[in-house]
C-alpha cells in the first residue's frame, strides 16, 4: 500500500509558485546544460555546435514516445490522488516505470542502429553529418535513462515534491558542466573528442539524475516498486494508461515530427541558416520556461481537482494561471529580441549568423503568445481527461497551417528561416485560441478518469 502520509496536499488553494517555482529552475537548470553545449561547442567548432542541435532535435523525438507514459503517469497519478485511491499507486507507480524501462531499451537501439539513414534524411550537411551520427549513438543510446527518470519525476511531482527536480538539475549541471571542460579544453582536451566527451558527459549526468530520484522516492516513502505490484499483470491499467498518454504524446510526436520537417527546410538553405536556426533556439527556450513550468504545474493542481469532483475550481484556476503567465512571457520574448545582438554573440562571432538570429527572435514574440496560450489549455485539459481534442487540433494547425506557411514564406517567397518561424507563429496563436474556447465552454466536463471515493460513498 502506498504510504498516503507521504503525499503533500494539493487542492485549489495550492499556490502556483509552490509548484511552479521549482519546475521553474529545474526546466531553466535542464535547458541550461543543453545551451551549455551548445555554446561550449559553439567556440569550440560551429559546426559541432549545429551538428549537437541538429541530433538533439531528432532524439527530442524519441524521448516524446516515452512521454506516452510518462504524460499518462502526470495525469491518472494526480487524479488518483486527489480521488483518494491510495491502494492503487504502487501498481501505477510500478508499471510506468517498467514499461518506460523496456520500452527505451527498444527504442535506444533503435536510434543507435538508425541514426545514419535518419540524419541523412532531414538533409544534414556533410561537414556536420559525422559529428551528429557520434552524438545520436552516445546519447541515443542511453536514451532509455530519460525514459525512467521522465516517470519519476511526474511521480515525485505529483506527490508534492516539485523541488527534487531542481535540486538533481544543480547537480547534473554540475557533472555536465565539468564534463564539458575536462573533454573540450581540461585534461581530456588531448584525446580529441570533441561531441563524443560532450556526449558521454550528457550521459554520466542522465544517470545520476535517475539514481538519485529513485533514492528520494524511497526515503520519502512515496511508494515502491517492485515486481509483486504487476502480477498479476494489470492490463487494464496499462490500457487506461495508454489511452491517457497516447493522445497526449502523439499531440507531442506530431509536432516534433513538424519541426523536423521546417527544419528541412532551413537545412537546404545552408550553414549559417542552420546555426541560426540552432543558437536562436537556445535563447527562445528561456522565453517560454515560465509559462511551460506555469502549465506544467497547473495540470497537477487541475487533475488532483478533477479527480477529487472539483471541476468549478479547476476551470476558474486555469484562467487565473494565463493572468500571470501571459504578460510575463511577452516581456520576456521581447526582451530576447532586443538583447539578441549581444546574447547571440555567446555562441558566435559570425555576423551573417547574428543577423539572421535577430528577425528570427522577432518572429519568436508571436510564437511564444500562441505557445502560453497552447501549453496553458492543453495541459489542462489532459488534466481534466480530455486528452483527444487537443491532438486533433494540433495535427490540423500544424500541418495545415504550420508547414504550408512556413514554406510558404520562407521557401517559396524567400524570406528564409524567419519565414519558416512564422508558419510555427500562425501555428501556435491559432491553435492556441481554439483549445482556449474548448477550456472556456467546459466541454471538458465528466471527462475524469477515476471517481473520488468521496463521490462514490455519496452516489454520486
Not at 180 to 191: E, I, S
Not at 308 to 313: F, I, N, P, Q, V
Request: with cysteine.
Amino acid at each position: 500500500m502506498s504510504n498516503r502520509n507521504a503525499t503533500r496536499i494539493i487542492d485549489e488553494k495550492t499556490p502556483l509558485m509552490y509548484l511552479a517555482g521549482p519546475m521553474f529552475l529545474e526546466m531553466l537548470l535542464n535547458i541550461l546544460i543543453n545551451n551549455i553545449d551548445t555554446m561550449m561547442l559553439g567556440r569550440y567548432n560551429d559546426n559541432s555546435a549545429g551538428a549537437v542541435g541538429v541530433a538533439n532535435q531528432v532524439m527530442f523525438f524519441i524521448i516524446l514516445m516515452f512521454n506516452i507514459i510518462a504524460t499518462a503517469t502526470s495525469i491518472v497519478v494526480a487524479q488518483y490522488l486527489g480521488a483518494e485511491k491510495y491502494d492503487e499507486m504502487n501498481k501505477i507507480y510500478t508499471l510506468a516505470f517498467g514499461v518506460n524501462f523496456f520500452a527505451g531499451m527498444v527504442l535506444s537501439g533503435g536510434v543507435m542502429l538508425l541514426r545514419g539513414p535518419v540524419l541523412s534524411l532531414i538533409g544534414v550537411e556533410n561537414a556536420m553529418l559525422q559529428d551528429a551520427k557520434d552524438y545520436v549513438l552516445i546519447v541515443g543510446g542511453g536514451l532509455f535513462l530519460q525514459g525512467c527518470y521522465n516517470v519519476m519525476l511526474q511521480i515525485l511531482r505529483c506527490n508534492g515534491y516539485p523541488k527534487v527536480g531542481m535540486y538533481i538539475s544543480i547537480a547534473v549541471n554540475l557533472v555536465n558542466i565539468g564534463g564539458n571542460w575536462a573533454f573540450l579544453y581540461g585534461p581530456l582536451k588531448d584525446l580529441n573528442m570533441g561531441v563524443k566527451g560532450v556526449a558521454i558527459s550528457t550521459v554520466t549526468a542522465r544517470i545520476i539524475a535517475l539514481i538519485a530520484s529513485v533514492i528520494f522516492f524511497y526515503a520519502k516513502r512515496i511508494g515502491k516498486l517492485s515486481i509483486k505490484y504487476v502480477i498479476p499483470f494489470p492490463g487494464k491499467l496499462l490500457w487506461e494508461m495508454v489511452k491517457v498518454g497516447l493522445p497526449s504524446a502523439g499531440e507531442n510526436m506530431s509536432y516534433n515530427l513538424y519541426q523536423i520537417v521546417l527544419l528541412s527546410f532551413i537545412t537546404k538553405m545552408g550553414e549559417n541558416e542552420v546555426n541560426a536556426k540552432v543558437f536562436c533556439a537556445s535563447l527562445t527556450s528561456f522565453a517560454m520556461v515560465f509559462s511551460n513550468t506555469a502549465a506544467l504545474a497547473t495540470q497537477i493542481i487541475v487533475g488532483h481537482l478533477v479527480g477529487e469532483g472539483k471541476e468549478d475550481a479547476a476551470y476558474k484556476r486555469v484562467f487565473q494561471t494565463l493572468k500571470l503567465t501571459m504578460p510575463i512571457t511577452i516581456g520576456l520574448s521581447v526582451a530576447n529580441w532586443l538583447l539578441s545582438p549581444l546574447t547571440l554573440r555567446l555562441f558566435t562571432d559570425n555576423e551573417v549568423i547574428i543577423k539572421l538570429g535577430f528577425y528570427i527572435m522577432l518572429v519568436d514574440v508571436l510564437i511564444e503568445i500562441g505557445r502560453c496560450l497552447n501549453m496553458t489549455f492543453v495541459n489542462s485539459l489532459k488534466a481534466a481527461g480530455d486528452y483527444v481534442y487537443p491532438l486533433i487540433v494540433g495535427f490540423i494547425t500544424m500541418w495545415g497551417l504550420g508547414v504550408t506557411v512556413g514554406y510558404g514564406l520562407g521557401v517559396w517567397a524567400g524570406l528564409g528561416v524567419a519565414g519558416v518561424f512564422l508558419g510555427t507563429g500562425t501555428d501556435e496563436f491559432i491553435r492556441g485560441l481554439i483549445v482556449m474556447r474548448r477550456w472556456y465552454r467546459k466541454k471538458w466536463c465528466g471527462k475524469a478518469i477515476v471517481q473520488s471515493d468521496k463521490k462514490e460513498r455519496e452516489g454520486l
